[in-house]
Structure formats: C-alpha cells, structure tokens
C-alpha cells in the first residue's frame, strides 16, 4: 500500500462504523432476497392450488 500513498489505521475499539454498516447492509439484504424467494415460492404454490393445474403426474396417469 505504501507505493499508492494509502495508510491503514486501528481504531479505538478495533471495529470500524464503516464495516459495521456495511455488514448490517449486507445482512438486510440477504434476509430480503430470502422473503422475495419464499414468496415467490408461496405465490406459485397458491396459484398451483387455486387453478386446480394439472401436474406432471397426473397428466401422465391420464396418458
């Protein structure tokens, strides 16, 4: 790092707000992207169960 003139420092309590900030965002939005996949999965399941939609097993047994 010293060829680029950039410096590291240790802070007081040894955890940056930074880093602090960056792993709370990190955190919030992995917990989103699971809700939006669990939903996704729910909303197919319901419109699967709504329809009454013929599924592979069935159909095949109607072959």
Known sequence: MAPLGA???VTESGRSSV???M???V????VML???ACLGVF???VLDTATGSVT???ARRWA
């Open 7 to 9: 410096r590291a420092a």
């Open 19 to 21: 880093i602090r900030a």
């Open 23 to 25: 792993q709370a965002l």
């Open 27 to 30: 955190t919030v939005l992995t």
């Open 34 to 36: 699971v809700v939006v």
């Open 43 to 45: 909303n197919t399941v």
């Open 56 to 58: 592979w097993a069935s």
